[in-house]
Structures are given as C-alpha cells and as structure tokens.
C-alpha cells in the first residue's frame, strides 16, 4: 500500500471562491483519482487523473468546474471553483497500480461553503 | 454497465452479534470485489478484497465470499464489537482495464453495548 496526504483535511469557505485539495503519495503510483462524498451518501468518482495531460471527467462533472493537475506520478490537485452551498461535501484521493488491485484512499477533505 | 447493490441501512445490533451485510453485483466479465470501511471522521479504508470466483476475503474477523452463480459477496463477520461501528461500503474494480471503482451506497452499522 501506500501512504496517502490530503490536504487540506478539512475548511470553510465563502460562495464564490475557489479551493485548491493536494494528493501527495510517499511512492510512484499508476493511477490517481478523485471522489466526490455528498453527506451521508457513497462515493462518486470526479475524474481519472492523468499524468502530464488532462484528467478524464465522468459524466456530470467539468474540467472548469473541477480543473486538476497531475505533474507526476506521487502528485495532484483538485480545485473545486467559484463554489456554492451544493459543493459541501468530502473530496478523497485514491490511488492505484492497476491489474485489479484495490484503491487506497487519502482522508478526505471536507468542505463546507458558507 | 457495472452496479453494485447493498443492503439498506442503518443496520444497529447488540456487541457480540452476528453480522451479514447483503451486496450482490452486476458486471460483464470477472471484476475484482472489495468491502471498504469508513470510520466517523475518516476516509475509506480497504477492509477485504477477492478477485475470483470462489475466493475469500477475510480481514479482523470480517468474511467475505465472492460468489459468481449467485453475484454476491456478503460481508460476515461472528461477533461484532462497539469499534466496528461505521460505514460500509461494497464496490467492484470494472475488469475491463479503466480500473475504476463502482461504489454500494453504503451501510451504516451502529453496535451497542
């Protein structure tokens, strides 16, 4: 497995703003993915993550709502942009090697937009 | 496409009782299963895995067989403690290379003294 980072674990924020989440893996992984957990309920997947192109969207959600960055292969960003009250929720990392290995996931970060 | 379906919950029981929590999967192919626990506050934890037909998963006393002729892969566990109280969460690893991750809706378990 693999050591997983989520910063940050958990902020406030105002209508309007944009916040940018880290995933920073302590080793070399394959994949990389972001989750979107709306209270109480299971997890969505956002996006593949890919390293040095654009990340692969699922349906329902935009790269200029979602923009994120993978420079390499222990590294991401998710910026959740110009938010409103409906984007409250836990955003996770995971990452994976493939060959149907499971994912492990980082701690979440949640938010909360005033 | 892959689905997975769990049990409804919230599920509350006693300390020391038995524990199965229902996921039964559709997919094509032969995907990987997996149950998933996330603990109040914190972020998923890998519980059990199998990646074929027949194999057991198993991990602090928790069970799991993934059954193909039924598509099923049932969590037990024998005797349950206030410190397995969380969320559960059934999911399937789509075979077909995308590596992406089907989530159950979760169950939540709540063990009482």
């Known amino acids: 497995s693999a050591v997983i980072s989520q910063k940050p674990s958990r902020d406030i924020c105002q209508r309007g703003t944009s916040l940018t989440i880290q995933c920073q893996v302590d080793s070399q992984v394959t994949m990389m993915f972001w989750y979107r957990q709306q209270p109480g309920q299971s997890l969505t997947l956002i996006a593949t993550?890919?390293?040095?192109?654009?990340?692969?969207?699922e349906s329902g959600f935009v790269i200029d709502k979602f923009p994120i960055s993978r420079p390499n292969l222990t590294f991401s960003t998710l910026t959740v942009s110009n938010m409103s009250p409906e984007d409250s929720s836990i955003y996770l990392c995971s990452v994976g090697w493939g060959s149907n290995q499971p994912q492990h996931f980082g701690d979440g970060t949640r938010l909360s937009i005033l | 496409g892959n689905s997975v379906t769990q049990m409804e919950g919230p599920v509350t029981l006693s300390e020391e009782a038995f524990l199965t929590i229902n996921c039964t999967y559709t997919a094509t192919g032969y995907p990987s299963l997996f149950w998933y626990v996330q603990y109040p506050g914190e972020g998923l934890q890998l519980l059990l895995k199998?990646?074929?037909?027949?194999d057991k998963g198993s991990n602090k006393g928790f069970e799991a067989t993934y059954r193909k002729e039924t598509t099923s892969f049932h969590l037990e566990k024998g005797s349950v403690q206030v410190s397995d109280s969380a969320v559960y969460f059934c999911a399937l690893n789509s075979p077909r290379g995308n590596e992406k991750l089907t989530f159950g809706t979760g169950t939540r378990l709540t063990i009482i003294p």
């Open positions: 199998a990646t074929k037909a027949d």
């Open positions: 993550a890919n390293q040095g192109s654009e990340a692969t969207y």
